[in-house]
């Protein structure tokens, strides 16, 4: 079945420091793939989303590119500010009516 | 303002007991989603209905039950089966179940007693 694989965490970074959250997926066929992120005590929310191989998503400064050779979809941002401290949810859309299926979250802090 | 309201935020079972976590939209949205988080772990899917009055099992549908009467309620019960009921429930929905971008709510932390 589908899966996602995400570094765990949590990843500490200064304010200011580069960050790159990586995921790997498993899927048949041609997924989309999504990255939420989840403020603490809030829900999910999306972030960015890629639905073709080579499409890069972006929002908020945040960038991920669907690699399809590699299977990956890194989260990456040049800058992290200590308001960008949450946890961050790889996902894909795949074979199974499209429900999503997640990682298992990164939880990102970033100090003054 | 349109969204996803789940209640309580805090819930406590006690042992033998069933409890109901709400659920409620206002965006007019067909399809909803009830998600369990542990912590480490990624969301896993419990049921999922597509319009009124249709449900469907997700991944760990034992021990929950669920009802759609209405478009816009998505209540979940934690039965007395489900033994290990402690993690934070998030409620989600999508204009279609074909639209990939989930709505989500803000959670509810149910614990045991």
């Known amino acids: 079945g589908d899966s996602v694989t995400q570094m765990e965490g949590p990843v500490t970074l200064s304010e200011e420091a580069f960050l790159t959250i990586n995921c790997t997926y498993t899927?048949?066929?041609?997924?989309?793939l999504f990255w939420y992120v989840q403020y603490p005590g809030e829900g999910l929310q999306l972030l960015l989303k890629?639905?073709?191989?080579?499409d890069k998503g972006s929002n908020k400064g945040f960038e991920a590119t669907y690699r399809k050779e590699t299977t990956s979809f890194h989260l990456e941002k040049g800058s992290v500010q200590v308001s960008d401290s949450a946890v961050y949810f790889c996902?894909?859309?795949?074979?199974?009516?499209?429900?999503?299926?997640f990682g298992g979250g990164t939880r990102l802090m970033v100090k003054p | 303002d349109g969204g996803i309201t789940q209640s309580p935020k805090y819930l406590f079972r006690k042992e033998g007991q069933n409890v109901t976590l709400s659920c409620e939209q206002n965006?007019?949205?067909?399809?909803m989603y009830w998600y369990r988080q542990d912590p480490g772990q990624g969301l896993r899917l419990i049921y999922y209905?597509?319009?009124?009055?249709?449900?469907q099992k997700g991944d760990i549908a034992e021990g929950y039950s669920v009802s759609r009467e209405k478009k816009e309620s998505f209540p979940l019960t934690v039965t007395s089966a489900q033994k290990n009921p402690t993690a934070f429930y998030l409620c989600?929905?999508?204009?279609?179940?074909?639209?990939?971008?989930?709505?989500f709510g803000s959670g509810t932390q149910l614990s045991v007693l």
């Open positions: 989600a929905s999508s204009f279609r179940q074909e639209d990939e971008k989930l709505f």
């Open positions: 899927a048949t066929g041609y997924p989309s």
């Open positions: 890629a639905t073709k191989a080579d």
């Open positions: 996902a894909l859309s795949g074979s199974a009516g499209n429900m999503l299926t």
């Open positions: 965006l007019n949205h067909d399809a």
């Open positions: 209905s597509q319009i009124v009055n249709d449900f």
